[in-house]
């Protein structure tokens, strides 16, 4: 059956892409479909919400600065949102929906390389309303980063469980310190005060059990899949 699409022409970033969300009712024997297109940014990453699915895109590279855009898409047929951001996440488990706000882990690199592996990564959390979100000509103010931790080298690894937020920075092993170690950052997330914990092994993996977090990953200079 034909689907009905709704497009919304938001701020447009330097490379263009249609974000589309179908939604179809599976109950109905016509399979009726609706669709939402955002016409805006290439994606960088997106996450799935109850409510809403969320598009990173990537704007433009200056040093250690990375200028995004960030849509909302909601799954029940409203219209689209957005909202101009700045740095990048790591991966699908960097964001959170929650509260009433969207709580992103963002990266800051030197270069222009994508890869979760740059050093001079500085670590932070974006937490803003969701009712921030509008046309995408607005920013995301710079008091909803929180600092987290800088990684020098190394691969990040980040989860949000229950109401907390673990961030690991991995040390790749040297001739001077062949062990593999982390840094570990650990903070609850509507209120971000991290603590770090040093750890004795290259953590590639982060894994909620139930309300506790287990830390994966190989230790004493054995060669990591991360």
């Given at each position: 059956?034909?689907?009905?699409?709704?497009?919304?022409?938001?701020?447009?970033?330097?490379?263009?892409?249609?974000?589309?969300?179908?939604?179809?009712?599976?109950?109905?024997?016509?399979?009726?479909?609706?669709?939402?297109?955002?016409?805006?940014?290439?994606?960088?990453?997106?996450?799935?919400?109850?409510?809403?699915?969320?598009?990173?895109?990537?704007?433009?590279?200056?040093?250690?600065?990375?200028?995004?855009?960030?849509?909302?898409?909601?799954?029940?047929?409203?219209?689209?949102?957005?909202?101009?951001?700045?740095?990048?996440?790591?991966?699908?488990?960097?964001?959170?929906?929650?509260?009433?706000?969207?709580?992103?882990?963002?990266?800051?690199?030197?270069?222009?390389?994508?890869?979760?592996?740059?050093?001079?990564?500085?670590?932070?959390?974006?937490?803003?309303?969701?009712?921030?979100?509008?046309?995408?000509?607005?920013?995301?103010?710079?008091?909803?980063?929180?600092?987290?931790?800088?990684?020098?080298?190394?691969?990040?690894?980040?989860?949000?469980?229950?109401?907390?937020?673990?961030?690991?920075?991995?040390?790749?092993?040297?001739?001077?310190?062949?062990?593999?170690t982390s840094t570990v950052s650990v903070s609850r997330w509507a209120a971000p005060?991290?603590?770090?914990?040093?750890?004795?092994?290259?953590?590639?993996?982060?894994e909620p059990l139930g309300t506790h977090a287990v830390l994966a990953g190989p230790?004493?200079?054995?060669?990591?899949?991360l």
């Open positions: 059956a034909p689907s009905r699409g709704t497009v919304n022409e938001l701020a447009l970033t330097s490379g263009i892409a249609f974000h589309t969300v179908t939604s179809c009712d599976l109950a109905n024997r016509a399979f009726q479909c609706e669709a939402t297109v955002v016409i805006g940014g290439s994606p960088h990453e997106f996450y799935v919400s109850r409510s809403a699915v969320y598009v990173w895109a990537i704007e433009s590279w200056s040093g250690r600065q990375v200028s995004s855009m960030v849509y909302r898409i909601p799954v029940g047929g409203a219209p689209p949102t957005a909202l101009r951001v700045r740095g990048t996440p790591f991966n699908h488990f960097s964001f959170l929906e929650a509260d009433g706000a969207l709580q992103v882990v963002v990266a800051n690199r030197t270069g222009s390389d994508e890869s979760q592996y740059d050093p001079a990564i500085a670590v932070s959390l974006l937490r803003v309303g969701l009712r921030r979100f509008g046309n995408g000509s607005t920013r995301a103010p710079e008091s909803s980063y929180s600092s987290l931790l800088n990684c020098e080298s190394g691969g990040v690894e980040n989860r949000f469980i229950d109401q907390y937020l673990l961030v690991s920075c991995a040390r790749m092993p040297t001739d001077t310190v062949p062990g593999a005060s991290p603590v770090e914990i040093e750890t004795p092994l290259l953590v590639s993996r982060i230790s004493r200079g054995d060669t990591p899949d």
